[in-house]
């Protein structure tokens, strides 16, 4: 059975960081893509960077990009999204998520390309 279980959510003052964890146990193939999603309330979903652990290749929506950096360790199977210079608008659950086995990432963000999602964890960003 996979699990996704993200860690890392807190609260920050505008311009501050944090890191944001996704240990992934139970997946058989090593090559799929893993993506961080988010969402506000009242908003629908989005996507906010993949990674392709087949190629190391990464996409990220254009509001984070030169902000935040999605890698993955391989080793202790865990993917991270460093978040750096945090927006009031960054505030929303964080969700971690992985395709099916040998999916390629896309800059498409859609939900649908990934059958498996963590629980989530919150990330609050005051002004």
């Known amino acids: 059975q996979v699990q996704l279980v993200e860690s890392g959510g807190g609260s920050v003052q505008a311009g501050g960081s944090l890191r944001l964890s996704c240990v992934e146990s139970?997946?058989?193939?090593?090559?799929?893509?893993m993506g961080w999603f988010r969402q506000a309330p009242g908003k629908e979903r989005e996507g906010v960077a993949n990674?392709?652990?087949?190629?190391?290749?990464?996409f990220y929506a254009d509001s984070v990009k030169g902000r935040f950096i999605i890698s993955r360790d391989n080793a202790r199977k865990t993917l991270y999204l460093q978040m750096n210079d945090l927006k009031p608008e960054d505030t929303a659950m964080y969700y971690c998520?992985?395709?099916?086995?040998?999916?390629?990432?896309?800059?498409?963000?859609?939900?649908?390309?990934?059958?498996?999602w963590g629980q989530g964890t919150q990330v609050t960003v005051s002004s």
């Open positions: 998520a992985v395709s099916g086995p040998g999916a390629y990432c896309s800059p498409r963000f859609a939900p649908y390309e990934y059958s498996y």
């Open positions: 139970g997946y058989g193939s090593s090559s799929k893509c």
């Open positions: 990674f392709d652990t087949a190629g190391g290749s990464t």
